[in-house]
């Protein structure tokens, strides 16, 4: 299959390129390079046969029926978006435009090269979306994929708004469309803005750990491989039009994420010991969701897809993977907004 991916060179985008090309398929890795982007995320299959990289904002139409014309991807995997919450409280337009309207845009494009290709009945549309579209749950039950919306901040409004579009294109015009939300991801070339890499790095520099409010702010976390594998079944696998929620059915409070974190840095790195000493309370973020949770049922009986990695083995993996790649997060330190305080409202 030769898929086209949307923000290839992000976090989660960059996982689904990797994994993509090592199950044999062709990847036309599509991403405008903002900040939280990176090249050296795939440069490990930047090389292989069947890659190839264009640099195009999906806002803008007219290069995005470029490529579709000049690759004829049997798949699109729509991953590109602003998806930063703090971001989002402090500059919502940016949000607006890439996730609605560049979501509109490539819809419209992929519409045009599939009914220009005869409406071939093997193409996909596939929409990758976030648990946060869903809201904030009390101390009971999960979100399965009947659960109503109810967005609380800018960034899932938007990709709320996203998702309707897609399921609004699939209705109203028969693009073959799937979806799927999915909860919390961490892991290898995550962003340094985010709770788990944040704590991974202040640790290191013995600097203050900060946790948002009280720290009792539950998510459910996903190894980012784990999710790239799913993204890829339901590509495959999934029936078209429906949806299908992603969890990594390791649900955990901040606080207790935070420090499991140092502890696994005191074993690794023992400089600075004990680390949760660096746990440091400030004033929360407006409007945070207090607990989200996947029920994972369908993707789990339908297409028999599990994640493979728990919380306590993912998030070791991710500190030594940050231990031994500084190279890599080094330079992103340097780039706008990162290790400010953003989103205070």
């Not at 800018?154 to 799927?180: C, I």
């Not at 023992?270 to 929360?284: N, S």
């Amino acid at each position: 299959m030769k898929i086209l991916v949307t923000g290839g060179a992000g976090f989660i985008g960059s996982a689904v390129v990797r994994q993509a090309i090592r199950d044999g398929h062709e990847v036309v890795n599509l991403d405008m390079l903002t900040y939280a982007a990176n090249p050296q995320n795939v440069a490990s299959v930047s090389d292989a046969p069947g890659y190839a990289f264009e640099q195009v904002d999906i806002r803008n139409r007219d290069e995005l029926d470029r490529v579709f014309a000049e690759h004829e991807p049997d798949a699109v995997m729509h991953l590109a978006a602003e998806s930063h919450v703090d971001r989002s409280i402090d500059g919502p337009g940016a949000f607006i435009e890439t996730n609605i309207n560049g979501t509109y845009n490539l819809l419209e494009a992929a519409r045009r090269y599939w009914t220009e290709q005869g409406k071939p009945e093997d193409f996909r549309f596939h929409h990758i979306s976030t648990d946060e579209v869903f809201g904030s749950l009390g101390d009971e039950g999960q979100f399965t994929e009947e659960t109503p919306y109810d967005p609380r901040s800018p960034y899932s409004a938007s990709k709320a708004a996203s998702d309707h579009l897609v399921r609004a294109w699939h209705e109203t015009y028969g693009l073959p469309v799937v979806m799927t939300n999915c909860s919390n991801n961490y892991g290898p070339f995550h962003f340094p803005e985010k709770l788990v890499p944040v704590v991974i790095l202040k640790a290191l520099a013995g600097e203050k750990i900060p946790v948002y409010g009280d720290g009792g702010n539950v998510r459910d976390w996903l190894y980012v491989e784990d999710h790239a594998d799913a993204l890829l079944t339901v590509l495959q696998k999934g029936d078209i039009g429906r949806s299908y929620n992603i969890g990594g059915e390791n649900e955990a409070k901040n606080i207790d994420l935070v420090r499991t974190i140092c502890t696994h840095m005191d074993e690794l790195h023992p400089q600075g010991a004990p680390h949760d000493g660096l746990i440091t309370f400030v004033t929360d973020r407006p409007g945070h969701d207090r607990r989200y949770a996947i029920d994972p049922t369908r993707i789990r009986t339908e297409l028999g897809w599990r994640p493979s990695v728990t919380v306590e083995e993912g998030l070791r993996r991710t500190v030594e993977w940050y231990l031994e790649n500084e190279d890599w997060w080094r330079p992103l330190l340097q780039r706008d907004g990162v290790g400010k305080r953003l989103g205070t409202g």
